[in-house]
């Protein structure tokens, strides 16, 4: 399988990256690069092989309903870019 | 089993079809409902869940999906989603996997939503729906799944900006999504009615709509009868059971006319303007999304023993079906029994009745005819209503006794509605008692003949007019009387056969 | 003294808890050692200031005679792990100024034991390379230099501040992560040792994620004692990491000198693999004499699907790093694009301007095959050849008790040489990966030099959480190796 231009700039859509229109080729090319040496794993039959799903055999650990968490909302705005009245601000979103 | 409930709904349907200038349509409806889990954390965090609070104060960094934080679950949700589960019937899955679902939005804080797709906690069961006129339809349910809630953006305080609040964010949710088996928006509203009545019944969710711990997404396609299902809209995050009749109704009729002109429905997101009463499409769900799904990583598959699963069933207390049920084996009409069972406070409210020895039917009789009539006319809820259901038990066991009439009961009432007190003292200090001495009864009888020769005359001839009789007798005891004894009185003094 | 720096972080402990040296004085040394390393490019972010106060207060817990295991103990931190109140970079421009207000459960670990923080070190961004070269700070140089040169090689990577940094003597031990080798690679090629512990050992919490399936953190430190010191420390049961293991953390340090006789080393066939410098496979047969010469057994054993397991990690690690890695988005930390028009404008020149080139190419590698009509080709295939991968380490383990292999194909190469081409920079771990996916533990050790000077290494690779007989086979090869070399010093200022 490989990706064409049109694939290369749905998927960056997806994962959110401005792509240059210039840079659509070149990552293309780089992208099919990795896909044609992954392709390989095609020889192999995986018929009746379960997926891993997770590494260690252990069960899922739960917590107990309790509250222990304080007010974080200083500490959260230390990092935020557009941190307003303990709100994360971002352009105006229309739903 | 969706054969089944697709003949179920086949029988009901034939009433509710829509006129359209092309023939009748059937409008088809699912709903994927999302029910806040009563928590105190998070379910992946142990950030609180309390509603109204300062913005941003109840995240924690897992929450805001900070580099390198973790979610760890809480095990009180999963116990919730087991238990409303068994509350719908269904089937429970020992191991269940986690999933993210990825997209971008602001407040979607990680880019994924921890949710549930291939392999949820619960698989199918059903919910039954109790219409008007007695019929019981059957809706099927597809799933329940754990999810995380999403965060909330504010519009509207600024003119280019949106402000985002993540204290819902990573709340616990199950959503419960029903077969495509509803064929009317009074279905659908009966349908959430009754799950809400079950969440609530099972304390697993609070059902508050209005705070958005109960919100629907509905699904509404049409079709001609026998027609094969036709593409679907999905209307978005429904917090009113009105809105939502409104909603599908505009919708159907939107689809029907679309078809109708020629047109196709294109299957999209939408939201409902209330102030317009219009469906429009979703601004931001308007790109084809690709959620790539795939196992979370941070999490290893859920499971749990068969053995939790029972000691939880045994744990489930009585929900409305079964106790519709008791309650009718008790004398009471399925009509009364169903106003009775509807919402839990009021379920809850009859059983202290029941508690305190009330005979069942008169007691359901006096909240149904006389209580929550009150209730309603003056606007209240059963909270906020000013007689307690031992007060209530009280009039109920008085009547019975023989100590107060009908008449007087309803003086009771009113004079605790107005003033409180105790319903016993009430009777006492103001003279409300039955009259129940035969002489003193007989002495009136005797007092309203006399001085009536002529209705004594008519009434022989046509024995109705002893209820007037009656009436006058009454009238003369100041209502305290006891309307058998100066009935049966009345008639043996006035030579009328007593009937039955 | 000759120079503090040079202790084994066994021997600083021992003096400083003997009061030989002060916690200050020593801290003092490698804080001077590191603002004269500059020129090496180790540190992202130096914290003289803090190891300073750790180390007096240290001091303080030793004359009152409350010292704990790493008293004083001068330490790098990748920096992949969140300091509170320390910018943490994962080597990226997304996070140039980020700084945590929480402290990850490893990091936190080892100053609960005493050990005192140097700084935070360079890395490949989020730790996605083999090289150290890309990271959003400059590539790290490696204190070695081949026999007679002057070309800057590579420091291996991700970890590549941490091997740098033990290998120049700049910290006593580092903090290092390990994905697909990114602790192995490097130690393999400064002549430094790593452990990789075993998936779920060492808490991920607070640890920048690049693919949580894989990502596990682990020490590197000069000699195979200081390692199982240091994994001593950092591991723990964690509540916060659900996939952290409920198992006690045994003494590693205390069974280290048990020696090799009687344990079955199996050899992988298919480790033998082209391309593969002859100098390195020599040193592997040597690795195999010395224990076979300490009273171990030599057996030949198979992993039949050892060749599928890098592309079956270049489609795993992507998909999940690309999930991951949604977070950094522009709104509630890190890089924001200037002017952004609309959201969805803010998301797409915050996430192109703050990545680099290595991790938007595994953004979208990962995306793609995580998108509608490719999962089950590509991710759910690749989860089924992991299941392979997994088996073939326990079929194997019935005929022996560890594996020895090579750690890396090569010693050392020079910046720039690999970088422009992924695929073949992606081949580097191809001794690595394998474990990863299973989830099991590996140690590299330092075996020798090749004839131009260069360390190589070799991999002890374990059943799941026998980290201890790891170190008890690692030092009988390290006293076989007997290695004196270090790298000159050529970098001082
Ligand atoms: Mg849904
Ligand atoms: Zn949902």
Known sequence: MSVDKETVRRIARLARLKLEEERVEPMMEELNGILAWVEQLKEVDVEGIPPMTSVVEQRLKMRDDVVTETDHADALMVNAPGGEDHFFVVPKVVE | ????????????????????????????????????????????????????????????????????????????????????????????????????????????????????????????????????????????????????????????????????????????????????????????????????????????????????????????????????????????????????????????????????????????????????GETRPMRSKEEAHDYRYFPDPDLLPLSFEQAWVDEIAASLPELPDAKKDRFTAMGLSTYDALVLVAEKETADYFEVMLAEGVDAKAAANWLNNEYFGRLNKAGLALSEGPVSAHANSEIVKMVGENIISSKGAKDVLDILWAEGGAPRSIVESRGLKQVTDTSAIEKAVDAVIAANPDKVEAAKAKPTLAGWFVGQVMKATGGKANPATVNALVKARLGIAEEG | MSDLTDFTLAEARDAVAGKKISAKELTQGFVTAMEGARALNIFVTETPDIALKMAEASDARIAAGTARPLEGLPLGIKDLYCTKGVRT?????????????????????????????????????????????????????????????????????????????????????????????????????????????????????????????????????????????????????????????????????????????????????????????????????????????????????????????????????????????????????????????????????????????????????????????????????????????????????KKCDMLLTPATPSPAFAIGEKIADPVTMYLYDVFTVTVNLAGLPALVVPAGLNTAGLPLGLQLIGKAFDEATLFRAGRALEIAADLKAKPQNWWSQ
């Not at chain 2, 999963?78 to 939005?105: M, P, W």
């Not at chain 2, 949710?173 to 009615?193: F, N, Q, T, W």
């Not at chain 3, 070309?151 to 590549?160: E, K």
């Not at chain 3, 690309?322 to 930390?333: C, E, K, W």
Request: hydrophobic share 40%.
């Open chain 2, 1 to 276: 089993m969706a054969i089944q409930s697709e003949e179920r709904i086949n029988g009901a349907r034939k009433s509710k079809l829509i006129q359209g200038s092309t023939g009748a349509w059937e409008v088809v409806i699912g709903l994927e409902v999302h029910c806040q889990v009563l928590s105190k954390a998070k379910l992946f965090s142990g950030a609180s869940t309390e509603f109204g609070a300062d913005p941003n104060s109840q995240v924690s960094f897992v929450d805001a999906a900070m580099p390198g934080m973790l979610p760890v679950i809480n095990k009180f949700c999963v116990e919730q989603a087991v238990r409303t589960g068994l509350g719908l019937k269904a089937e429970i899955n020992l191991t269940s996997v986690f999933d993210r679902k990825n997209y971008f939005y602001a407040d979607l804080p990680a880019g994924y939503q921890i949710s549930q797709f291939k392999n949820p906690i619960v698989g199918e069961g059903e919910v039954l729906v109790d219409l008007p006129g007695g019929e019981v339809a059957r809706v099927g349910i597809e799933r329940l799944h754990l999810e995380q809630d999403a965060g909330k953006s504010i519009h509207d305080q600024s003119p280019d900006s949106s402000f985002v609040d993540l204290n819902r964010a990573g709340i616990a949710l199950m959503e419960i999504v029903s077969r495509p088996d509803m064929r009317s928006s009074e279905e659908a509203a009966a349908y959430l009615k009754k799950l809400r009545a079950i969440v609530r019944y099972l304390g697993t969710c609070d059902g508050n709509m209005e705070e958005g711990s109960m919100r629907a997404d509905v699904n509404v396609s049409v079709r001609k009868p026998g027609d094969p299902l036709n593409t679907r809209c999905e209307i978005k995050n429904m917090n009113s059971m009105r809105f939502i009749v409104q909603a599908i109704e505009y919708e159907a009729r939107r689809q029907i006319d679309v078809l109708e002109s020629g047109g196709r429905i294109k299957q999209e997101t939408l939201l409902f303007d209330t102030k317009l």
């Open chain 3, 89 to 397: 970079t994962a080597g990226s421009k997304i996070l140039e100024n980020y700084v945590p207000q929480y402290e990850s459960t490893v990091s936190q670990n080892l100053w609960d034991n005493g050990a005192v923080m140097l700084g935070k070190l360079n890395l490949d961004e989020f730790a996605m390379g083999s090289s150290n070269e890309t990271s959003a700070y400059g590539p790290c140089i490696s204190p070695w230099r081949a026999k007679d040169s002057k070309t800057a090689l590579v420091p291996g990577g991700s970890s590549g501040g941490s091997s740098a940094a033990v290998a120049a003597r700049l910290c006593l031990g580092a903090t290092a992560t390990d994905t697909g080798g990114s602790i192995r690679t490097p130690a393999a090629v400064t002549g430094t040792v790593g452990i990789k512990p075993t998936y779920g050992r060492c808490s991920r919490w607070g640890i920048v994620a690049f693919a949580s399936s894989l990502d596990q953190a682990g020490p590197i430190a000069k000699t195979v004692r200081d390692t199982a010191i240091l994994l001593k420390a950092m591991a723990s049961i964690d509540d916060k990491d659900s996939t952290s293991v409920d198992l006690p953390v045994p003494d590693y340090e205390a069974g280290i000198e048990g020696g090799v006789k009687g344990l079955r080393i199996g050899i992988p066939k298919e480790y033998r693999v082209e391309g593969t410098d002859p100098e390195i496979a020599a040193v592997w047969e040597k690795g195999a004499e010395w224990l076979k010469a300490q009273g171990a057994e030599i057996v030949e054993v198979s992993l039949p699907h050892t060749k599928y397991a890098l592309p079956t990690y270049y489609i795993v690690a992507p998909a999940e790093c690309s999930s991951n890695l949604a977070r950094y988005d522009g709104v509630r930390f890190g890089h924001r694009a200037a002017d952004p028009k609309d959201l969805i404008d803010l998301y797409e020149r915050s996430r192109a301007e703050g990545f680099g080139a290595e991790v938007r190419r595994r953004i979208l590698i990962g995306t793609y095959v995580l998108s509608a009509g490719y999962y089950d080709a590509y991710y759910l295939r690749a989860q089924k050849l992991r299941t392979l991968i997994k088996r073939d380490f326990e079929e194997a383990y």
